[in-house]
């Protein structure tokens, strides 16, 4: 049975799924209902933005003792009360009617999340090996992706109804947990050692020189998208095209159904090229659309460029985590993945202060360019150091 099939056979995997769809439903669902929240509470639309922040603060705080705690205690002691808390919390969002006690049960609900992501690529590191793992991996970036283009337009339906409706959507967490306790087989890890010997093996372990330039990878790609792609792609398509706003969302949405259609493919491409081959190609494809924003001379250059940056993500992200599933032991691998998560968060949370200093130095144009220089760096120096076999 060919390896991409024998995945898809597992029910373990198809369980894994299901915490790869909780894992990002985070803020995009919520959003469509936020106006008429404002108006229902009495809030502003600077005060509704606080539900996203707070949702994320716990993670900044949390994913990397959880990978520790989930290393000596076992995937499913964190996973299933992670799954639990982060569905009650966020389905108890739908009764509240002051917006104090929303915030307060978001930050419950963030608790919750932020070992959901980190979780999700370390089980998947768990079940499968060599080849097997790298499709799997493929196939788990695009459930995650399908998720990220589903959940806005669910949430979008839902609060067309009442305000509060998208927050009923993590409730399907709590079936989750009860899959992941009695249904998931995964290897435990249960460590007998103490705390500081964790800590010294897991430093050890993360010491290569290959883990720092995965590390530094991903950060960087967190910082370049979200400081520059997603912090002004939709203001130079306006002021540059007239773009209206329902363009401006097809345009961001076909980038994620692209990375779903690559991603899924992974089976195909790992036969002929390995991790590390396709992490820098990854990055050049992202430097080269990057660069190529500000000089596209037309809205169907956009969509081809748009394309380019799915494909690239729809490489980088299996490759990434199928990688550092490799090369993290199994008794250090949810530290290895939490503390992945955690410097990508870095690049996620620099990246809009880094990219607005561009901006106002130098224009909109020049954060692309920028990003795309600071990638070619990284690929000329991944190019050098990294190896390919």
Known sequence: MPARLGALLDKNLWIVFGVALMAVLRADSITPAFPGMAQALGVTSQQTALLISIFALPSIFLTPLLGMLADRWGRKKILAPSLL?????????????????????????????????????????????????TIAMGYNTSMRSTGAMIFPLIGGALAGIGWFYPFLLPLLAIPTALLVWFRLNTPETNLRTNFLAYLGGAFQSMRSWQVVQIFLAGSLIFMVMFGAYLGYFAFLLSEKFQAPPSLIGLLIAGRPLITTIIASQLGRIVRRWREEQLIKSALLLFAVALAFIPLAPSLMWIGIITALLGTAEGLYWPANHSLLGRLAPIEHRAGFMAFNDMVMKIGQTSGPALMGVVALAGGIDVTFYVSAILLLILFAILSIRFPST
């Open 85 to 133: 808390l982060f569905g009650l919390a966020g389905g108890a969002c739908a009764l509240a009617r002051d917006f104090n006690l929303l915030l307060g049960l978001r930050l419950l609900q963030g608790v919750g999340a932020a070992s959901l992501s980190m979780l999700n690529i370390t089980l998947v590191a768990d079940l499968y090996q060599d080849e097997r793992r």
